[in-house]
């Protein structure tokens, strides 16, 4: 099974602030990777996939990069909506899916 | 638009049977998959298998194959997943998700059910 370790575990970090969340992937997994943003008892809300396309509808100041074994979330001005936990998330040719463990970004 | 709503809550005891369910609808249920993932109070999301409607084609990940059983019912657009004998350790909140691609590829979740909540306890 390919592993996905997010760093860090946990950020803190203020409204207007530049964070960035790092995912590495055990094996390259090419561009097959997505994120994901959840808040406290809601479902996961996808953010971007194929490494770095914006899914529709979620804010340009979210911007994603990477392919293989490295990959990275920016977010490039924090708001106070973005205070949630963050997954990466990534697939392959044999339908094997697994996610990371979570950042969890909390209001410094 | 594109829904899933799924089952309620469920509170069973250990070693009792039983089948959640997450109903599609606004598109053609049997031309997507749909997956299932787990996540255990406080903790994070885990893949747990997807099924294709359209020919009951199903994926386990390793950590649950044997553990539940995943299935579809074309004629009322309709998945579930299923446990023969619950443990405690199955307390979780359970999402059913579907991807708006259908190759292996482009299987990122964009749409998801609200989750059901199952707790199992003596």
């Known amino acids: 099974d390919i592993q996905l370790t997010q760093s860090p575990s946990f950020l803190s970090a203020s409204v207007g602030d530049r964070v960035t969340i790092t995912c590495r992937a055990s094996?390259?997994?090419?561009?097959?990777l997505a994120w994901y943003q959840q808040k406290p008892g809601k479902a996961p809300k996808l953010l971007i996939y194929a490494a770095s396309t914006l899914q529709s509808g979620v804010p340009s100041r979210f911007s994603g990069s990477g392919s293989g074994t490295e990959f990275t979330l920016t977010i490039s001005s924090l708001q106070p909506e973005d205070f949630a936990t963050y997954y990466c998330?990534?697939?392959?040719?044999?339908?094997?899916?697994?996610f990371g463990q979570g950042t969890r970004l909390e209001i410094k | 638009e594109v829904q899933l709503v799924q089952s309620g809550a469920e509170v069973k005891k250990p070693g009792e049977s039983l089948k959640i369910s997450c109903k599609g609808s606004?598109?053609?249920?049997?031309?997507?998959?749909i997956g299932w993932v787990r996540q255990m109070p406080g903790k994070g999301l885990e893949w747990m298998g997807i099924i294709y409607p359209g020919d009951s084609d199903t994926r386990y990940s390793p950590s649950f194959q044997g553990q539940v059983t995943i299935s579809a019912d074309k004629s009322i657009s309709t998945a579930y997943l299923q446990w023969s004998s619950l443990k405690a350790s199955d307390t979780a909140m359970y999402y059913c998700a579907r991807p708006d691609g259908n190759d292996y590829g482009d299987l990122y979740f964009q749409h998801w059910g609200q989750g059901t909540l199952v707790t199992v306890s003596s």
């Open positions: 606004g598109y053609s249920f049997t031309s997507y998959w």
């Open positions: 094996q390259g997994i090419s561009s097959y």
């Open positions: 998330q990534q697939l392959n040719s044999y339908l094997s899916i697994t």
